[in-house]
C-alpha cells in the first residue's frame, strides 16, 4: 500500500508541476499555434497523471523514500543515548535478609531492537490510512459521475424525438460526407435542451433544439458537433474524469477540466471555420450568440 500511494503522490505532484509549465508557455503559444495543437498538448498532461513512468534523474516518488527515510533515522537517534555521555547508574537495593541484591531488569538488546522497530513501523501505517481514505473517495466519485452521465443519458433521450425532414438528413449527410465520417450519425429534436448537443460514443446523435432554424445554421451545428466525433472528445473528456477520480485531492486537476472543455470548443470552432470566408464566419459567429441568448426554459438545466 505504501508503494502503491507513493506511487499516486509523485504522479498527483509531477502531473501539476507539468501543468504549471504549460500554462507557464501558454502566453507564448496561444497565438502562434492552433486551436487543435493547444488542444491535444493536454493529453500530456492527462497522461502524465496517470502513467508511472518517470526519468530516473526526476524521480518525484524517491523524495518520499527519502523523507520516510530521514524520519525513520531521526527516530532510532532518539531511542539511543547520547554520544559521549554516560547512561545514568541505577543503586542497587540490597536485602539484608535473604543477602540478594535486587537490582531492577535493564532492557536487553532484543528488547531495544523490538521497541524501535515498533516505533519505526508506525509512521508507515499511515500510508493504509491514505489508501483507504483514498479508495473510498475515489471510488464513490467514479460512482457518482457514471450515475450522473447515465441519468442525463435517460433524461435527454426521453425528450428525443426523431427527425424526419429529408431535407435535414440530407444535409446531415453531406456534411458526414465532407468529414469523411463513416459512422450512422442520428439527428432528434428535443424540448428539453436550450442548444446542440451530441452523445453516444459508438452511436451518435446529435440532439437539437425545438425551433426554426436556417439551412446554414444547420450546417455549422452538423459541421460542429461531428468534429466533436471526430476529434474522440468523449473518450478525452472522460479520460479527464478518470484524472478527476484518482487525484480529487489535487486542485490542479479541476484547472485541468475546465481548460481541456474551453480549448476542446475553441479547437472545434476553429475546424468549422478554417474553410470559410468573412462573411460565413460572421454567420457561424451569430449562429453561436442565437443559442447564448436562447430564452429556452431549460437554459439552466442538468443539459
Known amino acids: 500500500m505504501s508503494e502503491f500511494m507513493k506511487i499516486v503522490l509523485s504522479l498527483s505532484i509531477s502531473g501539476a508541476l507539468l501543468m504549471l509549465v504549460v500554462l507557464g508557455l501558454k502566453q507564448i503559444y496561444k497565438n502562434k499555434f492552433s486551436k487543435r495543437w493547444q488542444y491535444y498538448i493536454w493529453i500530456i498532461v492527462v497522461l ?29 537517534e532518539s531511542l539511543e543515548s547520547p554520544e559521549g555521555l554516560e547512561s545514568p547508574k541505577i543503586p542497587a537495593v540490597i536485602n539484608m535478609n535473604n543477602k540478594e541484591s535486587n537490582q531492577p531488569q535493564l532492557p536487553t538488546d532484543e528488547d531495544e531492537n523490538i521497541t524501535i522497530n515498533t516505533v519505526v513501523q508506525r509512521p508507515y501505517n499511515i500510508y493504509a490510512y491514505l489508501f483507504l481514505g483514498w479508495s473510498a473517495l475515489a471510488l464513490v466519485l467514479l ?22 425532414d429529408i431535407k ?21 429534436h428535443n424540448t428539453l435542451i436550450a442548444s446542440p448537443i451530441m452523445i453516444g460514443f459508438f452511436r451518435p446523435s446529435i440532439i437539437l433544439p425545438v425551433g426554426e432554424l436556417k439551412d446554414k445554421e444547420l450546417f455549422y451545428i452538423f ?54 470566408d468573412d462573411k460565413a464566419k460572421r454567420e457561424y459567429g451569430d449562429t453561436l450568440i442565437y443559442f447564448l441568448k436562447s430564452n429556452n426554459p431549460y437554459k439552466n438545466s442538468l443539459a
Request: with cysteine; glycine share 2%.
Open 223 to 276: 459541421m460542429h458537433e461531428l468534429h466533436h466525433y471526430k476529434q474522440r472528445d468523449m473518450f478525452y473528456k472522460w479520460l479527464v474524469q478518470i484524472v478527476i477520480c484518482i487525484h480529487w485531492f489535487n486542485p490542479f486537476v479541476y484547472l485541468l477540466e475546465k481548460e481541456v472543455n474551453k480549448v476542446c470548443e475553441l479547437s472545434c470552432d476553429e475546424a468549422v471555420i478554417s474553410g470559410l
Open 143 to 164: 460512482v457518482r459521475k457514471i450515475t450522473i452521465f447515465q441519468g442525463f443519458i435517460q433524461y435527454i433521450k426521453a425528450g428525443n424525438t426523431e427527425v424526419s
Open 48 to 76: 502524465r497523471f496517470l502513467i508511472p513512468f518517470t526519468p530516473s534523474t526526476i524521480n518525484i516518488r524517491s523524495l518520499f523514500e527519502r523523507v520516510c527515510t530521514t524520519v525513520s533515522t531521526r527516530m532510532e
Open 168 to 188: 435535414n438528413l440530407n444535409l446531415l449527410s453531406d456534411c458526414e460526407e465532407k468529414l469523411n465520417i463513416k459512422a450512422r450519425v442520428e439527428l432528434y
